[in-house]
């Protein structure tokens, strides 16, 4: 059962938010008569676990997301915008490929010789599908859809340059002893033993700008895939001294032996520890402003990368696209409700409800999109490839799920929506959620064989706080067939059989 906490006032946020956007800009970004490329430049860059509510012009008052705030305020927000689903890897899957998790190939956390499960070699994914349209692509941050030198790996997968984690286990550790260079490992001297020299966000990020005045004369694909804020609450010092002097005496995290109750406990921040460094948690004295210091980092990094995007001239001409693979997460010592983390929203990540997929989302191309712009449009990650490959100009072969939202972007065109979009989760029991118009309906313990549909009417009713299935039989009925007909059983993410197996 998920913690419900009353609704707070991110609408008036937002409100306000939409009013300054005005006052900063109205009219349509390009108005100096220059021309500009067809092809633009593009930038996605994707948060981890970071909740509706983690930025400033969406409600968050713990802490402040000025330059997160300044890009909204150049482009369009989407109030009504949704991850893959609600973990990290099938989320990705579904961004990479434009295909919901009941057809993507990738439908959960599965680590496999040192990372997760791989995409088929043959996947079309959105990295090809612009590089066969002439962008030189590269990825910075966290992979986790294929062990390096699987069918998955990022340079099979469409991209020419990768640096960061392939694993996103070892993307819970923000010291770690290597990342992954291309096809050879980068050893970080400054976090062998129990050092802490190198924070890797840092040096990935170094990474990006290089890349961006690398290609400054050609069209790139930067994918901006950041670790922030997940997993293990840990920030540079200069940014943790920020947080610590408004920080009022917390409850410290304290890590957890993944061993089981038999072995005696061993903190992972024991060098010794098995999970030291490899995907367990260090102990944090002061998570809350770990996390405040964690996300104001992120904010900054997208201020630095709008800086040298402007500096280099090529600013006008970069789609910058920002979004959260899922929902705030509960572990190593994160607090969202003490952050109001999830907005207006129900549930965490791993949850079908809100708070679990409906992400923050904000597109920023100061040469065509309007500035201080807004849409409730609703789009989904699944809808990423078909618009970014229309706005590149570049073609993808296999039939997706995705739309197209470019005519929303541009405010040109009509606009095609999705009927329904649908989302399964293969833990905790199996779950299964549609979202139909203004109607969602959530089944949950799948694996068990329930039945039952909760439906709530997300127009009056954003937070999922009263179920209205016994009121719309018919609505439910429907609903029932959509999570039927919207997937194919795939052998190796079992959800049908499994529930034949299981009963």
């Not at 009713?461 to 439910?476: W, Y």
């Not at 609903?479 to 059989?497: I, N, Q, T, V």
Request: proline letters at 7%; one cysteine or more; a negative charge.
């Amino acid at each position: 059962m998920e913690r419900k906490k009353p609704l707070p006032s991110y609408t008036r946020h937002l409100l306000l938010f939409v009013i300054a956007c005005a006052a900063f800009s109205c009219g349509s970004a390009k108005e100096s008569g220059e021309e500009v490329a067809s092809k633009p430049n593009i930038i996605y860059i994707l948060a981890d676990d970071l909740g509706y509510g983690d930025l400033s012009f969406l409600g968050q008052e713990k802490f402040q997301t000025p330059h997160i705030d300044a890009l909204a305020a150049r482009g369009m927000v989407f109030t009504q915008h949704y991850a893959g689903t609600t973990v990290c890897a099938p989320s990705r899957s579904a961004l990479m490929t434009g295909l919901h998790t009941g057809h993507t190939p990738v439908r959960g956390n599965r680590g496999l010789n040192g990372g997760q499960y791989p995409l088929p070699e043959s996947t079309q994914t959105l990295p090809k599908v612009l590089k066969n349209a002439g962008y030189v692509t590269g990825a910075f941050g966290k992979w986790g859809l294929g062990y390096p030198g699987s069918t998955g790996d990022p340079l099979v997968q469409g991209f020419d340059v990768f640096f960061g984690y392939n694993s996103q286990t070892i993307a819970h550790n923000y010291y770690p002893r290597e990342l992954n260079d291309n096809d050879a490992i980068l050893t970080l001297e400054g976090n062998q033993g129990a050092e802490e020299g190198q924070y890797a966000p840092e040096l990935i990020q170094e990474r990006r700008l290089q890349f961006i005045e690398a290609n400054r004369d050609t069209t790139f694909f930067l994918y901006m895939p950041s670790i922030i804020p997940h997993a293990e609450l840990f920030a540079p010092q200069a940014y943790m001294e920020t947080f610590l002097k408004r920080t009022n005496p917390e409850p410290p995290y304290q890590y957890e032996s993944l061993l089981g109750p038999e072995t005696p406990y061993q903190g992972v921040d024991d060098p010794d520890h098995p999970r030291y460094k490899v995907g367990g948690y260090g102990s944090q004295p002061y998570p809350h402003a770990a996390f405040a210091a964690m996300v104001t980092l992120l904010d900054d990094q997208v201020g630095q990368i709008v800086a040298r995007l402007d500096s280099l001239g090529i600013l006008e001409n970069t789609l910058i696209v920002f979004s959260s693979d899922n929902g705030p997460h509960l572990e190593g010592g994160a607090d969202p409700d003490y952050f109001n983390s999830n907005g207006p929203f129900q549930g965490y990540k791993r949850d079908l409800h809100e708070g679990g997929i409906h992400v923050p989302m904000i597109a920023s191309w100061p040469a065509k999109v309007k500035a201080g712009s807004q849409t409730d449009h609703i789009s989904t990650f699944w809808d990423v490839l078909p618009t970014l490959a229309e706005a590149a100009g570049a073609r993808y072969q296999q039939s997706i799920d995705g739309i197209s939202f470019l005519p929303t972007l541009l405010g040109e065109g009509e606009q095609e929506t999705h009927h329904h979009l649908y989302w399964e989760f293969h833990e905790q029991g199996g779950k299964q959620a549609v979202r139909m118009g203004k109607w969602k309906g959530i089944r949950l313990n799948v694996f068990a064989g329930n039945q039952e549909i909760l439906l709530y009417d997300l127009e009056q009713d954003p937070g999922e706080t009263r179920d209205l299935s016994k009121d719309h039989p018919e609505i439910v009925a429907e609903m029932d067939r959509l999570m039927e007909a919207s997937r194919m059983e795939d052998p190796e993410w079992p959800f049908r059989s499994k529930i034949e197996t299981e009963n």
